[in-house]
């Protein structure tokens, strides 16, 4: 247990649908991260929130959408995605933006069919 | 991007053996983290190293940061079946654009034969 929950574990959804995922951290942190997570690559860092203000998109498509409404949770609103979005999405919280100890969820598995 | 050279990429060790290994950069890194992932579970934190030459154990591992601040070592002693997963390093770049952001391997999949 990690302090950071993520919500559903698992989704599969087809291209046209709308959903999302859902992060919460119960560690007093200010700083919180979208990674995506596929196969035998590194994590890509997607979204950055400091404060609930964005700080860095790493050029991610619009079909993903983030929404930050306070310190704790974090949102990742999905629509019209592809297949090959289909991945592993983890949420990770830190202490502050120079605070590099970040702590992960336990990830959503998703699958675009 | 920059990159991490993590290696090797699998290893399958007998139960008990000891286990090393290694992550290095062509650039300068301020921190160096270790983390594990079960399978169907997210990286959890293993070892946090803040200082060239810095040396960091917790229980039976135990992780160097390089002196020249391009590498870093992670080790496992006598292990156990339940030390099986991905192990990866992550990397704090000295400066630069999103120097705050975090630098990751492509992780050390570990294998423990009973």
């Known amino acids: 247990e990690t302090g950071v929950t993520q919500t559903p574990r698992h989704l599969v959804m087809g291209m046209t649908n709308k959903k999302s995922l859902k992060c919460e951290q119960h560690?007093?942190?200010?700083?919180m991260y979208w990674y995506k997570q596929s196969a035998k690559k590194p994590l890509e860092l997607m979204f950055v929130?400091?404060?609930?203000?964005?700080?860095e998109n790493n050029s991610v498509p619009s079909r993903f959408s983030p929404e930050c409404p306070n310190s704790s949770h974090l949102f990742l609103h999905l629509h019209t995605l592809q297949p090959e979005d289909s991945a592993l999405y983890l949420c990770?919280?830190?202490?502050?933006?120079?605070?590099?100890?970040?702590?992960f969820g336990p990830g959503t598995r998703l699958t675009v069919t | 991007g920059q990159q991490l050279n993590q290696s090797p990429q699998s290893m399958f060790i007998q139960e008990g053996e000891d286990v090393s290994m290694n992550c290095t950069s062509s650039?300068?890194?301020?921190?160096w983290l270790w983390y594990k992932q079960d399978p169907g579970e997210g990286p959890v934190l293993l070892i946090a190293?803040?200082?060239?030459?810095e040396l960091t154990s917790n229980g039976r591992l135990t992780a160097q940061f390089g002196i020249t601040r391009k590498d870093s070592f992670l080790n496992i002693s006598a292990s156990i079946p339940s030390d099986v997963g991905i192990y990866f390093c992550?990397?704090?770049?000295?400066?630069?654009?999103?120097?705050?952001?975090?630098?990751f391997g492509k992780g050390t999949k570990l294998s423990v034969i009973p």
């Open positions: 990770a919280s830190s202490l502050g933006l120079t605070s590099y100890e970040q702590y």
């Open positions: 560690l007093g942190h200010n700083a």
């Open positions: 929130y400091n404060f609930k203000e964005q700080t």
């Open positions: 650039s300068i890194f301020n921190t």
């Open positions: 190293l803040y200082k060239a030459g």
């Open positions: 992550a990397g704090q770049l000295m400066s630069g654009a999103g120097s705050y952001q975090l630098t």
